[in-house]
T-cell receptor, first 113, second 117 residues
Framework: SQKIEQNSEALNIQEGKTATLTCNYT??????LQWYRQDPGRGPVFLLL?????KEKRKERLKVTFDTTLKQSLFHITASQPADSATYLC????????????FGGGTRVLVKP | EAGVAQSPRYKIIEKRQSVAFWCNPI?????LYWYQQILGQGPKLLIQ????????DSQLPKDRFSAERLKGVDSTLKIQPAKLEDSAVYLC???????????????FGSGTRLTVV
């Protein structure tokens, strides 16, 4: 069965450093991968999308890579700020029809000033 | 534009009782999703609607959960009877259509936190 794994341990990082989160998946070859941010008591908020034919995508201080050979995506937050503290979720479309987004368990990031 | 509205924000019920959640998606969004998020886990898809028709309900526990989307706009999710393991946040999300959701992500509401005691 398909599986999406994110590091369940919280990532504690000093302000100004780069946070790197990992998303690994098995038994599937998704056409694209999405990253979301979730704050306590709120729903996930869409951040970035990367397609299988894209190696890297950037948006402001965020960078996502997608290695379909390793079946892995890396999510980087550069020059991290305390306001970046949240849980970050990766999500894959496990259905070729493009209508069944499956989420990983998320990684909590805590940026300390 | 207004976001996805959900109510209530919190609900506490006893096991074996029934409960209903309401969702109003972004205006014009044809695709609506209900997700269940248990504490410490990622959201899990329960059901997807395209307009007022069900596209995927393969992970909906149909013996106790039901959902409808009348007139292709608002949606309600019901649990009857509730079990302790149903304690979770129930999230509603919408997108213009499945392709838009794939390309631009889903818009989620803030969810309803259900506690079954």
């Amino acid at each position: 069965s398909q599986k999406i794994e994110q590091n369940s341990e919280a990532l504690n990082i000093q302000e100004g450093k780069t946070a790197t989160l990992t998303c690994n998946y098995t038994n599937y070859s998704p056409a694209y991968l999405q990253w979301y941010r979730q704050d306590p008591g709120r729903g996930p908020v869409f951040l970035l999308l990367i397609r299988e034919n894209e190696k890297e995508k950037r948006k402001e201080r965020l960078k996502v890579t997608f290695d379909t050979t390793l079946k892995q995506s890396l999510f980087h937050i550069t020059a991290s700020q305390p306001a970046d503290s949240a849980t970050y979720l990766c999500a894959l479309d496990m259905n070729t029809a493009g209508n069944k987004l499956t989420f990983g368990g998320g990684t909590r990031v805590l940026v300390k000033p | 534009e207004a976001g996805v509205a959900q109510s209530p924000r919190y609900k506490i019920i006893e096991k074996r009782q029934s409960v209903a959640f309401w969702c109003n998606p972004i205006s014009g969004h044809a695709t609506l999703y209900w997700y269940q998020q248990i504490l410490g886990q990622g959201p899990k898809l329960l059901i997807q609607f395209q307009n007022n028709g069900v596209v995927d309900d393969s992970q909906l526990p149909k013996d106790r959960f039901s959902a409808e989307r009348l007139k292709g706009v608002d949606s309600t999710l019901k649990i009857q009877p509730a079990k302790l393991e149903d304690s979770a946040v129930y999230l509603c999300a919408s997108s213009l259509d499945p392709t838009a959701g794939r390309d631009y992500g889903y818009t989620f509401g803030s969810g309803t936190r259900l506690t079954v005691v």
